[in-house]
């Protein structure tokens, strides 16, 4: 299995409020669907696009970054038949496909997330190194 692209469809970033006192800062990442994609890059593999979800909640309500995007990943036919037959019975994914694209995802959208927090005034959304 292979992520071979990977694209931002949504950058939302919202500050409700000022930022006074404690704030809690919740992150979450959901797959939305999984479909499979036209691309033609090898016969013998199938592509497989997974829409997500990322969401950054400022508690209470102080703000929201939410960040929507696909995924595609290039996988043999077999494992594919059978992700796309798990989504639509269960809504799940198997787990190491799950690992391997949330790891991915939570990568680009951290960093996107830090960019947009900065951009509109709200502490990061995952806890940045510190010298002592």
Same mark, same amino acid.
């Given at each position: /299995?292979?992520? @071979? =692209? ?7 970033? %919202? ?7 404690? &704030?809690?800062?919740?992150?979450? @990442? ?5 479909? #499979?994609?036209?691309?033609? &890059?090898?016969?013998?593999? *199938?592509? !497989? *696009? ?10 209470? =309500?102080? =703000?929201?970054? #939410? ?10 036919? *077999?494992?594919?038949? #059978? ?14 496909? /799950?690992? %391997?694209? /949330?790891?991915? +995802? !939570?990568?680009?959208?951290? @960093?996107?997330? +830090?960019? !947009? ?8 959304? +995952?806890?940045?190194?510190? /010298?002592?």
């Amino acid at each position: /299995m292979t992520i @071979v =692209g990977f694209n931002f469809t949504k950058l939302v970033a %919202e500050k409700k409020r000022p930022v006074k006192g404690k &704030i809690n800062i919740k992150n979450n @990442v959901s797959i939305k669907n999984i479909s #499979e994609s036209k691309l033609a &890059i090898d016969a013998k593999k *199938k592509a !497989l *696009k997974f829409d997500f979800v990322y969401t950054s909640s400022y508690e209470p =309500g102080v =703000g929201l970054i #939410e960040i929507e995007g696909e995924t595609i990943f290039l996988a043999d036919e *077999k494992v594919a038949k #059978e992700t796309l037959s798990k989504w639509k019975k269960e809504k799940k994914a198997p787990s190491q496909i /799950m690992r %391997e694209l /949330m790891n991915h +995802i !939570l990568t680009r959208c951290n @960093v996107e997330a +830090i960019v !947009l927090s900065k951009d509109i005034n709200l502490p990061a959304p +995952i806890p940045l190194p510190k /010298m002592k």
